[in-house]
């Protein structure tokens, strides 16, 4: 099977740190990966040199075909890679509706003008349950509508693939289950979704394939359920 993003040898440091080594991984159209590991892992760091904000020393990275070795954050946007952020960074000044239309604005800026753009404003805060709050700010939302927007300015610039930055930190059980939710849907629609996620429950239940990074070294990459039981993985991330 091609793979959408391809990553081979890939390296960062930080003065004399070893953020990653030497990271293989491929990830196919239509897979749904959860990307774990501890803390300082170097998981972060990994999705930010794939996104363009971190330049790595060492490696590729390739996506539908394309490298994107050197080139910026907009441009990989362009070419269908998008992500959410943990900790949610609306325009805390704009409403809902205004907050999607800057990505939509960027993504459709040739097709359908105005009216495309709010339709589409309308479709995206309706998958996300948000179609009633349009008119309201950030300030206003829950925590876990705060997360609903995040990841609706996320697909606002139509990507092939998300990857969605702990989506469900600080969330309740049923809160867990409506993101979880929203993220199978998005990927049954044809998106292509990292999960990087602490919440091993939901990685489990979301992920087709596991790949585990500690100290910036990936130790483990297949099935979940052989994954979560290799002795390496035990030891370094479940302490079991």
Do not use: W
């Not at 239509?30 to 892992?41: A, F, Y």
């Not at 794939?50 to 070419?79: D, I, K, M, S, W």
């Not at 925590?143 to 998300?162: G, S």
């Not at 059980?173 to 602490?198: F, K, S, Y």
């Amino acid at each position: 099977m091609t793979a959408l993003l391809e990553v081979r040898g890939l390296s960062k440091r930080f003065g004399g740190f070893v953020a990653l080594g030497d990271i293989d991984l491929d990830v196919a159209e239509g897979e749904r990966v959860g990307l774990i590991g501890p803390n300082g892992s170097g998981k972060s760091t990994l999705v930010n040199c794939v996104c363009g904000t971190l330049r790595h020393e060492g490696g590729t990275v390739r996506f539908a075909g394309h490298a994107l070795n050197g080139l910026p954050p907009y441009r990989r946007t362009r070419l269908g890679v998008a992500r959410s952020f943990q900790l949610p960074r609306p325009f805390v000044g704009m409403s809902l509706a205004d907050n999607l239309r800057i990505p939509l604005e960027y993504a459709l800026r040739h097709r359908g003008g105005e009216a495309a753009i709010a339709a589409r404003c309308h479709a995206l805060l309706a998958s996300v349950g948000l179609e009633g709050k349009a008119a309201q700010r950030p300030a206003e939302l829950t925590q876990i509508e705060m997360r609903k927007l995040e990841l609706a300015r996320a697909m606002a610039a139509e990507p092939r693939l998300l990857i969605a930055d702990e989506a469900m930190a600080g969330l309740s059980h049923q809160e867990v289950d409506e993101i979880l939710a929203l993220l199978l849907r998005l990927n049954q629609q044809g998106v292509t979704v990292i999960m990087i996620e602490h919440i091993m429950r939901a990685v489990m239940q979301f992920s087709q394939r596991l790949v585990v990074l500690v100290a910036g070294r990936k130790i483990a990459d297949g099935e979940p359920d052989l994954v979560i039981r290799d002795p390496e993985v035990e030891r370094a991330y479940l302490g079991e």
